[in-house]
């Protein structure tokens, strides 16, 4: 069982940039891969970035389209917590943010290991 808690969200003005954090603790195997998800009001969940890293090779991202450029996706493992800075934030991030553990499913998607815990509110007025 892993326990993850997101923080970090808040009401932000258009262009304006917020650091979100996935902090991780309980019992849970070693993973390789991290990712954030969000949920807009009435929308299905969406996948939003990706980290991937391994002791000897370092580590790589991935992003959706519309976060690209204006997103990035880092981790402190010594912490247990992964981060997601957004910049230049628009109204159309607003959302319920999410992590979760990821793994590379067969059509190049990233699928959600782990039961959602309660997100973080990201609102993004205009």
């Known amino acids: 069982q892993v326990h993850l808690v997101e923080s970090g969200g808040g009401l932000v003005q258009t262009g304006g940039s917020l650091r979100l954090s996935c902090a991780a603790s309980?019992?849970?195997?070693?993973?390789?891969?991290m990712g954030w998800f969000r949920q807009a009001a009435g929308k299905e969940r969406e996948f939003v970035a990706a980290?991937?890293?391994?002791?000897?090779?370092?580590?790589?991202?991935s992003y959706t389209d519309s976060v690209k450029g204006r997103f990035t996706i880092s981790s402190d493992n010594a912490k247990s917590t992964v981060y997601l800075q957004m910049n230049n934030l628009k109204s159309e991030d607003t959302a319920v943010y999410y992590c979760?553990?990821?793994?590379?499913?067969?059509?190049?998607?990233?699928?959600?290991?782990?039961?959602w815990g309660q997100g973080t509110q990201v609102t993004v007025s205009s």
């Open positions: 979760n553990a990821v793994k590379r499913g067969p059509g190049g998607d990233y699928v959600p290991l782990g039961s």
């Open positions: 309980g019992r849970t195997l070693s993973t390789n891969a």
């Open positions: 980290i991937l890293w391994n002791l000897w090779s370092g580590y790589g991202t």
